[in-house]
């Protein structure tokens, strides 16, 4: 607000002479004041300076905005006051300060080689012969002057303008001193830092060429706090007059928030480490055996489009495998991590890749639709744990809405005969789907109509027959059926195996078993950037972790756990035939 200071106090001694008795009549007058002559002065300290240029205690790139609270009189108005850097150059910025809803006033910066320089110090308010005269002032010399030390500013001469009527140009002094008090280790609304505090003391005196009219000086004192990387965190503002009267009632700022680069300030630290992937993928599954995730990549991407990707989990490398068929989608993992079975949309077919070597075993196509003959495609794949190379599959079509055209069992390749739900003709809408722990049976879940319905089906020589449901919790976004040692999880809730009896409902929705016994990992809420940890037998919640602390328009779209200690997070994929675009893989104790 220094520029609305200055401007105040230019107001304020013009407002004094052309208000004062005395003056006018033009031409010269016997009783004339002598006007102040011309200097031109920059007295700078002795002494070694401070090289602090790393620490970057000036930032201000397009987009930083820092706010701040009102202090006055005792009274705290909180996040009042904001400064918004307006527009950039090629070496320099302007700053919008603006408190409440009043109008902004603007600082001009500009970076030169002696460190940051105002070109024009009272922002177009004075005229032009004093603004010439003043000229680009240092505000702020980097390296600092030494601690304690007063460097100082003085601009004398001609006003440029007649302000008492009396056809005589008045005259003018300005007077800037300032001191780098000293580096203070300050408190901030989150951690602290070593601040720069300047104290700096401007004075505008107004000269009247007449001497019926008196002298009149404004005096401003500011003391600013600047934090590495942050900017001004703190300042304190005064002005009086000549006589002492309150010019600017004392009032302090104190920052309260702000980005700087991109970056929110003041957010603390997420509960543990975070690997951000940019990668267009359509599903995700990890392989414990070795610590690594697979990634189906659509067609569309380019260069690695229609392969798989495989994810280090510990380092976040990424490779590709060849083609393996048209738009791969849903998997599933072999329990012993000998295969990889993918769903391949484009072609109607699922594929079986050995692994690690991703090379091709079988390929199988799926039925068409009884009613449309229409190719169908595999919206998810289960994989049995106690048959070797036995596999539901719940299929879908594209072109249909309700798509789902029941749940299909194959063995070593070979369809089976009996295909279990579909919406039509049974009205069985079945989307995800998982085996239970022995293999007898497999659960599907619809989320395709309203009813949320969870399935049971139980597993026999020929295919699968339906043979229990119960509604659930659920809702459309839910993308996972998951066996846990307490029964089939939907959501956020348990069913237990056999009569679907509800077992428990966790707080917070979009769980995923995490591989630790009885613990579940979820979404908090929207836009909080929050996983919890939940108990399987009390569904009380273990832990609170925050895994991005910064604003974000995204939530997880699903939730894929790893090894002990990391869950991978997909983001960007509103609807599950919806590519994701970003995988992070979180890491903490806390989800050990």
Same mark, same amino acid.
Request: proline share 6%.
């Given at each position: *607000?220094?520029?609305?200071?200055?401007?105040?106090?230019?107001?304020?001694?013009?407002?004094?002479?052309?208000?004062?008795?005395?003056?006018?009549?033009?031409?010269?007058?016997?009783?004339?004041?002598?006007? +102040?002559?011309?200097?031109?002065?920059?007295?700078?300290?002795?002494?070694?300076?401070?090289?602090?240029?790393?620490?970057?205690?000036?930032?201000?790139?397009?987009?930083?905005?820092?706010?701040?609270? &009102?202090?006055?009189?005792?009274?705290?108005?909180?996040?009042?006051?904001?400064?918004?850097?307006?527009?950039?150059?090629?070496?320099? &910025?302007?700053?919008?300060?603006?408190?409440?809803?009043?109008? %902004?006033?603007?600082?001009?910066?500009?970076?030169?080689?002696?460190? $940051?320089?105002?070109?024009?110090?009272?922002?177009?308010?004075?005229?032009?012969?004093?603004?010439?005269?003043?000229?680009?002032?240092?505000?702020?010399?980097? %390296?600092?002057?030494?601690?304690?030390?007063?460097?100082?500013?003085?601009?004398?001469?001609?006003?440029?303008?007649?302000?008492?009527?009396?056809?005589?140009?008045?005259?003018?002094?300005?007077?800037?001193?300032?001191?780098?008090?000293?580096?203070?280790?300050?408190? +901030?609304?989150?951690?602290?830092?070593?601040?720069?505090?300047?104290?700096?003391?401007?004075?505008?005196?107004?000269?009247?060429?007449?001497?019926?009219?008196?002298?009149?000086?404004?005096?401003?004192?500011?003391?600013?706090?600047?934090?590495?990387?942050?900017?001004?965190?703190?300042?304190?503002?005064?002005?009086?007059?000549?006589?002492?009267?309150?010019?600017?009632? %004392?009032?302090?700022?104190? =920052?309260?928030?702000?980005?700087?680069?991109?970056?929110?300030?003041?957010?603390?630290?997420?509960?543990?480490?975070?690997?951000?992937?940019?990668?267009?993928?359509?599903?995700?599954?990890?392989?414990?055996?070795?610590?690594?995730?697979?990634?189906?990549?659509?067609?569309?991407?380019? #260069?690695?489009? /229609?392969?798989?990707?495989?994810?280090?989990?510990?380092? #976040?490398?990424?490779? /590709?495998?060849?083609?393996?068929?048209?738009?791969?989608?849903? *998997?599933?993992?072999?329990?012993?991590?000998?295969?990889?079975?993918?769903?391949?949309?484009?072609?109607?077919?699922?594929?079986? +890749?050995?692994?690690?070597?991703?090379?091709?075993?079988?390929?199988?196509?799926?039925?068409?639709?009884?009613?449309?003959?229409?190719?169908?495609?595999?919206?998810?794949?289960?994989?049995?744990? !106690?048959?070797?190379?036995?596999?539901?599959?719940?299929?879908?079509?594209?072109?249909?809405?309700?798509?789902?055209?029941?749940?299909?069992?194959?063995?070593?390749?070979?369809? @089976?005969?009996?295909?279990?739900?579909?919406? *039509?003709?049974?009205? !069985?809408?079945?989307?995800?789907?998982?085996?239970? #722990?022995? #293999?007898?049976?497999?659960?599907?879940?619809?989320?395709?109509?309203?009813?949320?319905?969870?399935?049971?089906?139980?597993?026999?020589?020929?295919?699968?027959?339906?043979?229990?449901?119960?509604?659930?919790?659920?809702?459309?976004? $839910?993308?996972?059926?998951?066996?846990?040692?307490?029964?089939?999880?939907?959501?956020?809730?348990?069913?237990?195996?056999?009569?679907?009896?509800?077992?428990?409902?966790?707080?917070?929705?979009?769980?995923?078993?995490?591989?630790?016994?009885?613990?579940?990992?979820?979404?908090?809420?929207?836009?909080?950037?929050?996983?919890?940890?939940?108990?399987?037998?009390?569904?009380?919640?273990?832990?609170?972790?925050?895994?991005?602390?910064?604003?974000?328009?995204?939530?997880?779209?699903?939730?894929?756990?790893? !090894?002990?200690?990391?869950?991978? =997070?997909?983001?960007?994929?509103?609807?599950?035939? @919806?590519?994701?675009?970003? =995988?992070? $893989?979180?890491?903490?104790?806390?989800?050990?």
């Amino acid at each position: *607000m220094r520029a609305r200071h200055l401007r105040h106090l230019i107001t304020l001694a013009a407002a004094a002479i052309l208000t004062a008795c005395g003056g006018g009549g033009g031409g010269s007058s016997p009783t004339a004041r002598a006007p +102040l002559p011309q200097l031109v002065s920059d007295t700078n300290p002795v002494g070694d300076r401070l090289d602090l240029r790393s620490r970057n205690y000036f930032p201000a790139a397009a987009g930083d905005s820092w706010t701040y609270d &009102y202090i006055q009189s005792g009274v705290t108005t909180s996040n009042l006051v904001t400064r918004t850097v307006s527009s950039t150059t090629a070496d320099g &910025y302007t700053i919008s300060e603006r408190v409440g809803s009043g109008l %902004p006033d603007t600082e001009t910066y500009r970076r030169t080689a002696a460190g $940051l320089a105002v070109p024009d110090f009272t922002d177009g308010s004075t005229p032009a012969a004093a603004r010439t005269l003043i000229g680009e002032l240092l505000m702020y010399p980097e %390296p600092f002057y030494p601690t304690g030390a007063t460097r100082s500013i003085v601009r004398q001469g001609d006003w440029g303008a007649d302000a008492d009527g009396d056809g005589i140009n008045e005259s003018f002094r300005l007077e800037i001193t300032q001191q780098l008090v000293g580096l203070e280790n300050m408190a +901030l609304p989150q951690g602290a830092a070593e601040t720069a505090r300047f104290r700096t003391v401007t004075a505008l005196t107004l000269s009247p060429s007449s001497l019926a009219n008196t002298p009149y000086t404004v005096t401003a004192t500011e003391e600013t706090w600047w934090a590495p990387g942050i900017g001004l965190v703190q300042a304190d503002r005064t002005a009086v007059d000549s006589s002492n009267a309150t010019v600017i009632a %004392p009032y302090r700022l104190r =920052i309260a928030s702000g980005t700087v680069g991109g970056t929110t300030l003041f957010e603390p630290p997420p509960d543990g480490t975070v690997t951000k992937l940019t990668l267009t993928h359509n599903a995700l599954v990890f392989d414990a055996t070795r610590n690594r995730y697979y990634a189906s990549i659509p067609g569309s991407v380019a #260069g690695t489009g /229609n392969s798989i990707a495989t994810i280090d989990a510990a380092t #976040g490398a990424v490779s /590709n495998s060849l083609a393996v068929g048209s738009e791969p989608f849903a *998997m599933a993992l072999a329990p012993d991590g000998s295969a990889l079975y993918v769903g391949l949309n484009g072609s109607g077919e699922v594929v079986k +890749l050995s692994l690690p070597g991703m090379t091709e075993q079988y390929r199988t196509r799926l039925p068409t639709s009884s009613y449309f003959a229409r190719q169908l495609v595999a919206k998810s794949i289960a994989a049995s744990p !106690a048959e070797a190379d036995v596999i539901a599959v719940s299929l879908f079509d594209p072109q249909s809405s309700p798509g789902s055209a029941g749940v299909a069992l194959l063995r070593t390749g070979t369809l @089976q005969p009996q295909i279990a739900g579909g919406f *039509m003709p049974t009205g !069985a809408a079945i989307g995800p789907v998982a085996f239970n #722990g022995t #293999g007898a049976a497999v659960y599907g879940y619809d989320d395709e109509t309203s009813g949320y319905n969870l399935y049971a089906m139980s597993v026999r020589g020929d295919g699968l027959m339906m043979a229990n449901s119960t509604g659930t919790t659920g809702d459309f976004s $839910l993308r996972d059926v998951d066996w846990t040692s307490r029964g089939i999880l939907i959501g956020r809730s348990i069913y237990r195996d056999g009569d679907l009896a509800l077992v428990g409902t966790s707080p917070y929705g979009s769980c995923r078993p995490l591989r630790v016994a009885n613990r579940l990992v979820c979404v908090v809420n929207s836009g909080t950037g929050k996983l919890v940890t939940v108990d399987t037998t009390s569904f009380a919640t273990v832990t609170v972790l925050t895994f991005n602390t910064a604003y974000r328009p995204d939530d997880p779209s699903q939730l894929v756990p790893g !090894a002990a200690g990391q869950v991978a =997070i997909r983001l960007g994929s509103n609807y599950r035939t @919806q590519p994701a675009t970003a =995988i992070w $893989l979180f890491n903490s104790p806390m989800l050990q």
